[in-house]
Nanobody, 119 residues
Framework: QVQLVESGGGLVQSGGSLRLSCAAS????????IGWYRQAPGKQRELVAD?????????AESVKGRFTISRDNAENPVKVYLHMNSLKPEDTAVYYC???????????WGQGTQVTVSS
């Protein structure tokens, strides 16, 4: 059973930085993409950033230039990080790590970590 465990969320002032981590107990060959979604109160879940098995990164327009996603395949479990700089109050949300599987129709999700940016 795939497990995704997020950490690194918290409360930060506007303009500050946080680093989110996700430990994914998943076969690296079963990863099509791995990354982060977020969901703010009253809003739909949205993609923040992801990275494909080929190393291609994809970012939401709202975070480009401020957030950086990285992955460490050498570790077991696989680690994926989201480096968040110049945080804004509108970045406040629960951030979820996810895996798009290569060999399954279902994605795997973590339980989420809260990020709160105060103005």
């Amino acid at each position: 059973q795939v497990q995704l465990v997020e950490s690194g969320g918290g409360l930060v002032q506007s303009g500050g930085s946080l680093r989110l981590s996700c430990a994914a107990s998943v076969n690296i060959f079963d990863i099509n993409a791995i990354g982060w979604y977020r969901q703010a109160p009253g809003k739909q879940r949205e993609l923040v950033a992801d990275i494909t098995s080929g190393g291609i990164t994809n970012y939401a327009e709202s975070v480009k230039g401020r957030f950086t996603i990285s992955r460490d395949n050498a570790e077991n479990p696989v680690k994926v990080y989201l480096h968040m700089n110049s945080l804004k109050p509108e970045d406040t949300a629960v951030y979820y790590c996810y895996v798009e599987h290569r060999y399954s129709a279902y994605d795997s999700w973590g339980q989420g970590t809260q990020v709160t940016v105060s103005s």
